[in-house]
Structures are given as C-alpha cells and as structure tokens.
C-alpha cells in the first residue's frame, strides 16, 4: 500500500511587537522589516504595505534590508495567491542574496526565496534554489543550516513523486543532525523518511524510523494525537507486510480503540485497508471485502479511492464474483488514468512557470545588455570620429586590426557557446540544434540517455574535484566508443546524451552494451583508481505518430528516453533500457506516448527490452 507524504513545515523566527507598536508605522527600517515578518501570514496586506514603505525609501536601504523586504512581501503576495507578484519578489531576492559575500546570510535568502517559489507553484524554481543554498552552505561549512534545507528538499521531490531522491534528503539531513547533535527535527524527518520507505515498499527499513518517530511524538507531543495515530497506522502496515502479525494486530487493536473523532476520511480508508489485508491473509476474504464495502469513497482523494476500488476487486475475484470484480476494475484503471494524467499535467505546469519566468528574466537581462552595448558603440563611435578628424589613415588601419580581431571573438564566443567548459563535448543548445535537423531525415535515429550511477556519492566522498575528472573520462570513452558519426553531448550535470544517425534497433543495443562495458573500467584519478557504472535508456528519433504543429520530435523522443532511463536505474543500474516504436498506435499521438510513458505502458500499449529484468512500477498495489 502506498503511503502519503507528510509535508514539514519549518518557520522562519521573528520578533514579536506589542499591541502598541503594531498599531503604528514603525518609524526606522529595521521596525518596519521586523514588523513585516511578524504579520506576513496573519495580515498580508498589512506586511505588503510595510514592504512597500522600505522599498520606496529616498535613500536606498542596504542591501540585506532591501532583500528581507522583497522576501516578505513576496511571502505576503503568495499568501494572497498573487503568484506572479510573488514569484517577481522571489527573483529579484535571489539576485539581492548571490550578490552578498557567502555566509549564513546569502543561504538564509536563497532558501527563502525557494520558499516563496514553492508557494507560488514554481516547484521547479524551487528546487533549483534550495540545492543552490545546500551547496552553498555546505561550501560555508554552515553544517545546521543544511538540515532544514534538506527537508524542504525533501518534500518537494515527494510532491514530484521522486520518492528514492526524498529519501536520500531526509537520510542526509538525519545523518547531519545526529553528528552535530541537533535533533529538533528528528521526528518530523523519521515520520517523512519512513513514509517513503513505505511507498517504495521498503517496509522492513520503514519499521525502526517509525518506532523512533512514535517514541519522540509521545515524549514530545510533536504533531499532536492525529499525527501520532497516522504514525501508528503507518507502523501496522509496515508490520504487516513484514510478517509481524502479532505486532499489527495490537497496533490495529490500540487504534480500534482511538477516538473516532480524530479519524478523517483519509486516515479512516488506511485504518480500514490495514484491517482488510489482515483478514485476506487470514483467508476470511468475505470479513474484508464488508470493510472495505463500508468505506465512504467519496471524500477520499482519487488514488486513495482507486486502491480501494482494487483491493475491492481481488477481494471479489477471490469469492469467485467476476462480474462485479470486472466492474471495479474498469472503474479503478479509468480511475488511475485520469489520476496519472493529472499528475503529468500538474508536472509539466510547474516546469511551464518555470521556464516563462527564466525567459522573462532572460529576455530582460538580454534588453539591459543591448542598452549597454548600444551606450558603448555611441561612445566609441564618438572617439573614433575624434580620432578621424586628426590622424585620418592611422585609424583606418585600425579599423581593419578591430575588425580581424572582432572576427575572431566571435568565432571563440560561438565555439564557447556551443561547447561544455569542463569535457570539451558539445553542450545542450549545440545538441538540440543537431536533433532539430536528424528529426526531418527519413532515416531513423537511435537516441541513448546515459547517467552516471551514484554519482553524487563519488562527489560526497571524494569532492567535485574527483568527480569532475570521472566526467571527463566518461567523455573521453564515450567519444572513443560511440562509433563513427555518432554525436555525443553534454547534457547536464552526471547525464551524457549520445545520438546515432541511421541506426536501427539492434545496432542501437549493441552500441549501448560497448558503451556500458567502456565505461566500467576504473578511472584513474587524484584520489586513485574508482569504478563507476551507468545506466542507459534508449529511444528511437522520429517516433511515428507525430501531429504536425505540435511539439519537436526530438524533445518527445528524449522523454521516451528518459524514462527508460529511469528504469534503468530502478533494474539494478549498470544496464541499458530500450523503447523503439515501429508504427503509431491509434488515438496515442508521439507527443502524449513521450508525456505518459508509464501509463502507455501500463496499458500494453508499448512494451521496453532491457539488459535486465524490470522490476515493477511503485505504484502497483497486491492485495
């Protein structure tokens, strides 16, 4: 059974004003910030008037003043749902915090306006921040500041449904409190870390978290009797698909007896499913299926109301009803699409905010850089009719060295465009150019996603350092190897993209097994020889089916790879996954095959082949 994800929420600490100071505009710029943060939840329009009185001061406040000003009225604005507002308010503090020197304050910034961006749905943005400021405080050796930037961390690859990165956030930040000895978020982290664990069906690990999350709430009184009951529940499931009947069985029974009242809807439907699985295992299928049956569906959220319909169905199929247990099924897998739908849209709505908000950013850094070069050309023209004037065929030659040498920046600046600083390979626009003119050719092209496995923990042990040379060797060999015409790429961060022009199928897995076993010969570094692995997914460029006017071909070819690649990664690692899809299937354009990828699957609508046998999606659920 998939658990949900409990979201923790860490404030930020500021003063507190009496009666009679909050009455009154706060005469100094340090009142009025203070008071801004005091009420920015409580009276928004209040702390966005304040915000607005330091901002408009005739002498501009200093810049740390300036940045806790935007940070609270772009709170303030989230609050009231004014996301764009807010979002402009996010920005133009992440741009007031990396210009301070590093320190406590510039990562206490950064996180705030990942904050403001994660409450004005730009999950993205936030995301992007938040691992700014971790790496800047671990840069800093700010060590407690990491803990609750890893949580927030945390929750937003949940709400991605990215459950193995939340957990590696929530292991960090446990393992950095339990070394500086700082466990005021102890509970909270184990309550989260096991409820992923849960969802990943990892439940043996789950069970000593829970326990220690319990221990603390009943010491603590941390998230009050609700949280404490969901964290029991969440124990008894765990126990139960352990094997440890007896243990959830006086869990199931403590909570029987709990106040009914403090049951909601959702917690009630976990209890009730918890009690079912119990019975069916016990083989009295019909007791379970009158619990389930009693269930109130309709003020649950749509996956709870889908495993519920699911574990109705195999309760049904079990008592030889396969009429009614057909019926359920039709309903939970129309249920399920719709569900996943959602969530795809949710996701690409995110990223869509996202990107408008970085080309705005853009398009106005770009119109600042043209003012400023356009104020350059009026000066320089001006010197040279100066110097025309009295030395006349001195500057004509000069003209002709400026052009020659103006020629040539050009050239590095394209080369420096186009090209990865670091491995020398091509770099993502440069790709994508390439991709955009091999999508038009009748012939088909193999497209490999390549990511290096683990590669963080090589980065954590041995430094950027070493890991920036595992990435140049993995650049040396996949040049080496990729054969000839094969384009090879950069494409962010640990993730190398290799493009193989009129390639079929099986040439296309041949290559990725070469690549595989060149890369997992042991690199030679400063920190001596390591040994790293990756994982490949492959995608064919066109996919047939295309709509014109649509999006590339290209970009839906890469999401196909992608999620090969993913489950690459959840095989094993150190193997290579593969989509080719020969004709278009009705009524499953390429665009919406490269947006929903796992629900074509699901459906038997497209089918990988893989070095490795493929485990199955998290989201399935047994009785």
Known sequence: MRAAIAVVSIAFAVPSFGAAETTRLPLTIEERTAACLEVEDE????????????????????????????????????????????????????????????GADRVRLLRRAGGILHRSADRVGAVDLYAQAVADAEAQGLEAQRIPLLVNLGVLHSEFEEHERARVNY??????????????????????????????????????????????????????????????????????????????????????????????????????????????????????????????????????????????????????????????????????????????????????????????????????????RREREMEASERQQMIIASVGGALILLAIGLLVWQRRMNRRLYEASHTDPLTGLSNRRAMALELRTLAREASGTALMLIDIDHF??????????????????????????AGKGALVARWGGEEFLVVLPR???????????????????????????????????????????????GIE?????????????????????????????????PDWPAERIGREPALARSLGLIEPTSSRPLREPLAAVGA
């Open 456 to 481: 963080k923990r090589i980065n954590d042990e041995y430094g950027h350092d070493i890991g920036d040379e595992v990435l140049v060797a993995f650049a040396r060999r996949l040049r080496e190897h």
């Open 553 to 585: 071909p290209w970009h839906v070819s890469l999401q196909l790879a992608d999620h090969a690649l993913y489950l690459a990664k959840r095989a094993g690692r150190d193997g290579w996954v593969r989509y080719w899809i020969e004709r278009a299937i």
């Open 171 to 372: 292991e960090q930040a446990l393992a950095l409190m339990q070394r500086l000895g700082d466990l005021r978020y102890e509970a909270p982290v184990r309550f989260n870390l096991a409820l992923n664990l849960n969802g990943q069906e990892r439940f043996a690990d789950a069970v000593p978290h829970l326990r220690r999350a319990i221990e603390l709430m009943e010491s603590s009184g941390f998230g009050g009797p609700a949280q404490l009951l969901k964290a029991r529940l969440a124990l008894a499931t765990a126990l139960l698909e352990t094997g440890d009947k007896e243990g959830s069985a006086r869990l199931l029974a403590t909570l029987r007896a709990a106040d009914r009242a403090q049951l909601d809807p959702s917690t009630a439907s976990e209890l009730a499913l918890v009690e079912a699985a119990r019975l069916s295992r016990e083989g009295r299928a019909a007791q379970a299926l009158a619990i389930l049956d009693a269930i109130e569906t309709d003020s649950l959220q749509d996956f709870q109301q889908w495993t519920v319909l699911n574990r109705r169905a195999t309760l049904l199929e079990r008592l030889g009803r396969h009429a009614e247990a057909n019926v359920l099924l039709r309903r939970a897998a129309t249920m399920r699409e719709a569900y996943l739908r959602h969530q795809n849209h949710e996701r690409l709505a995110a990223l869509d905010t996202h990107l408008r908000d970085r080309e705005q950013r853009a398009e106005l850094d770009r119109l600042k850089s043209e003012s400023e």
């Open 503 to 549: 390639s079929g199928a099986e040439a296309a897995v041949a290559r990725a097994d070469t690549l595989r076993v060149a890369l997992a010969k042991p690199v030679g570094t400063h920190a001596g020889e390591l040994v790293a692995h990756a994982s490949i997914g492959i995608a064919n460029l066109p996919l047939p089916g295309a709509s014109p006017g």
């Open 43 to 102: 009276d928004s329009p209040r702390a966005i008037a304040l915000a607005d009185s330091v901002l408009a001061e005739a002498v501009p406040p200093p810049a740390l003043q300036v940045a806790e000003a935007h940070g609270c009225r772009g709170w303030a604005l989230a609050s009231l749902g004014r996301r764009d507002d807010a979002r402009r308010d996010a920005h133009a503090l992440r741009d007031l915090a990396l210009a301070l020197p590093p």
